[in-house]
């Protein structure tokens, strides 16, 4: 009888990953923003939560997913992190986790816009940006407060804004 060859491209990629992990992250209150597997066997995951991820939280979904495959019928590299802030918001919940935090906004026209995120309502993304207009009294330009809603679809890249100040 001759040995089964197992096809190791058709097992692990990143819908048996997120199989894998939906149960596990719920029981942790952590959610699941990207899972990214490389043909070199090279697996990324990155998760978040409301109240931010911690290092022993990735080691325990490391050794979970560990758990759930085999390196004998073929080596893997495995990272399990937090998106980090660099990384563009996908997901709604984390549009409402980092609410009142700045954000730059990428829109599918090209248009970027930057602006205080207020939340989310109806589907709709808010922000309170501010925007110059002429006083049609004096002719001078002042700067006024305005809520911009959008829509997830109209969003190429959300990033939040990391500030520095003293």
Known sequence: MSPILLDYKT????ATIRGYLEEELGRKDLFLVEVNVKPVNRI????DSIKG???????AIHRFLESKMDRNIEDYDLE??????DKPLKLPVQFEKNKGRMLEVVKTDGIKVTGKLVGLSD???????????????????KT??????????????????ISLKK
Do not use: Y
């Open 144 to 161: 006024i407060e305005t809520i911009q809603s959008l829509k997830p679809e109209e969003i190429k890249t959300a990033k939040v804004v």
């Open 80 to 85: 399990i992190s937090s998106p980090g802030l």
């Open 53 to 59: 991820v911690t290092l022993e939280e990735c080691m």
């Open 11 to 14: 097992m692990i990629n990143e």
């Open 44 to 47: 990324a995951v990155f998760l």
């Open 123 to 141: 589907g709709l993304i808010r922000l309170e940006t501010e925007v110059k207009v002429k006083d049609a009294k004096t002719g001078k330009k």
